[in-house]
């Protein structure tokens, strides 16, 4: 059962999906929101260019730079907390108890900390920074998937109801945890939920996707399976774009990074091609 979610924002275009998928996920399940914005260093560095000034002029210079230095720090702060301001005045009105954790420092570092009495962590795909043009992820995306203990909602640039939910079943432990919290979750109560599976076709892997369509079932939800061939990534896109999906399920990098770098991540594929939620267990 999910009480509690942690969503991230930074003030990005995801932000205001980021607020509604959380907004939509605690409307089903009763949680309550904490909305979390961290301070990046950068933004509240002190800059040390004492080396590079003449002696004569040092003093003042550095007397200015930490004056400027301060009102940047003061600057970042009141930009961070109207962020989580609107973030929140948005959930309220939606109806969901939401409550605001400004921070500075590592975002790595809040989200273990905020994680400990949550249950699901919501974040865009892309963040501020991020370059649209050539669809690249957000720099802390994959940092935050692969170090959290609780399921990551990847949410899309543009919020739709979710009608239809695709499971991409590759017969893995992560997926098996992801089956079992969706048959006894709330929040894919009434869904039309379909698994897939890619590969060959055996008995074994037709006897591990009906058993997990059983879990399904028993769960009270409504559930088909299928057993395609081909790519996984490939296939699963195929699927999502055929079927008309409104949120991916799967397990989420179950390789190391330096064998993601040799052969690369379906994960990664998938969160770069799908243009719909993605909810990844570990």
């Known amino acids: 059962m999910t009480t509690r979610i ?25 949680a309550t929101v904490e909305l979390v914005h961290v ?12 080396g590079t000034i003449a002696l004569g002029a040092r003093s003042s210079l550095l ?19 109207a962020i989580l301001e609107d973030a929140q005045t948005m959930l309220v009105e939606a109806g969901v108890e939401a409550s605001m954790r400004l921070r500075n420092g590592d975002l790595l570092e809040t989200v273990a900390e905020a994680e400990k009495q949550a249950d699901l962590i919501v ?17 802390n995306l994959e940092r935050i998937v ?36 969706i048959a006894r979750s709330a929040l894919f109560s009434a869904l039309d939920i379909r698994l897939l ?29 299928r057993l395609v061939q081909g790519q996984p990534d490939k296939a699963i896109a195929e699927a999502v774009e055929k079927d ?10 179950g390789h190391s990074r330096i064998r993601s770098m040799i052969i690369g991540s379906t994960t990664t594929e998938m969160i770069r091609a799908c243009k719909i939620p993605i909810l990844l267990f570990r």
Request: aromatic share 4%.
């Open 63 to 81: 007397a200015e730079l930490s004056s400027l230095d301060e009102e940047r720090a003061r600057l970042a702060q009141k930009r961070g907390r």
């Open 6 to 30: 942690i969503a991230l924002i930074d003030g990005s275009t995801y932000s205001k999906s980021v607020c509604e998928n959380a907004a939509w996920i605690a409307g089903r399940t009763g």
């Open 146 to 181: 692969r170090s959290a203990t609780r399921p990551v909602y990847v949410a899309a640039r543009a919020w739709r109801p979710v009608e239809k939910v695709l499971i991409a079943h590759d017969g893995g432990p992560s997926i098996g945890r992801a089956v079992d919290h």
């Open 197 to 225: 599976a890619v590969g060959v076709d055996t008995a074994e892997h037709r006897r591990r996707l009906a058993d997990a369509e059983a879990v399904l079932k028993a769960g009270g939800h409504r559930a088909a399976s």
């Open 39 to 50: 301070l990046d260093r950068r933004e509240t560095a002190s800059s040390d260019l004492s």
């Open 123 to 139: 974040i865009g795909k892309r963040g501020e920074g991020a370059d649209f043009a050539k669809l690249h992820l957000g720099s």
């Open 244 to 253: 008309g999906i409104d949120l991916l399920v799967m397990g989420a990098y």
